[in-house]
């Protein structure tokens, strides 16, 4: 019932590797498109419109601004707790931090590497590439800074840190695993995400989100 959350630089093809790895693994995969369908659901913001540009102040302190990083975060809680699961961005490792049962993960790769295969994917040139690489770098430290006051590049945050300009996507895919099943069962940690409390109209929408049917209890 292990968690597995996916911060990643741009250009280090951490989402590739986070999708690779719930097919490995047989887990449920959630990015920002699966969030974003349970948040439509309350009549949100799509986390675009919070994610993607630099918050104003008055944006910082606005209700539907806040109601959806709140609801952002307790459904990234909710999937944590069916556990079996690929988390990838969105601040995950900070949502479930300090649990036992959750593998965080960052992927990186060196700067060369970055820009040559964001150059290719994105058909730019290597300064067109080097700028959208740090503007995207610093969308994502801003992100994590105003909502979680955490630096985003500290790679003491996190359980496991692999450069995908070192290791080849195999290698990588097997260096999570490995962390994956060396991980503590819930029972014999304090905190685990398999703990969570998830209200149960959430767990509903998650299940309709995933086309699937709530089992009744009792």
């Known amino acids: 019932m292990a968690v597995i959350t996916i911060s990643r630089q741009l250009g280090s093809r951490g989402a590739s590797l986070a999708r690779d790895l719930a097919k490995e693994l047989g ?3 959630v990015d920002k498109s699966v969030i974003n369908k349970v948040i439509r659901q309350y009549g949100l913001h799509q986390l675009n419109d919070i994610y993607d540009h630099e918050p104003k102040v008055w944006e910082l302190f ?3 601004s806040v109601l959806t990083i709140q609801m952002m975060n307790q459904t990234i809680a909710a999937f944590a707790a069916r556990g079996n699961v690929v988390i990838l961005g969105r601040g995950g490792f ?3 931090e300090g649990m036992g049962d959750v593998l965080n993960v960052f992927v990186k790769a060196p700067q060369d590497v970055r820009v040559a295969r964001i150059a290719k994917r994105e058909n730019l040139s290597e300064d067109a590439a080097t700028d ?3 503007a995207d770098d610093e969308l994502r430290a801003r992100f994590t800074r105003l909502f979680y006051s955490a630096n985003w590049a500290d790679e003491s945050l996190f359980d496991l840190v692999v450069d995908t300009g070192v290791d080849s996507d195999e290698a990588a895919l097997a260096r999570i695993v490995a962390a994956v099943n060396a991980l503590q ?3 014999e940690v304090d905190r685990a995400a398999a703990n969570i409390d998830v209200d149960p109209v959430l767990n509903r929408t998650i299940d309709g989100v995933l086309g699937r049917r709530t089992a009744k209890l009792g």
Do not use: A, Q, S, W
């Open 94 to 96: 900070k949502v479930l």
């Open 27 to 29: 887990y449920e995969f």
């Open 62 to 64: 606005n209700d539907n």
């Open 132 to 134: 959208r690489i740090k």
């Open 185 to 187: 069962v819930p029972g």
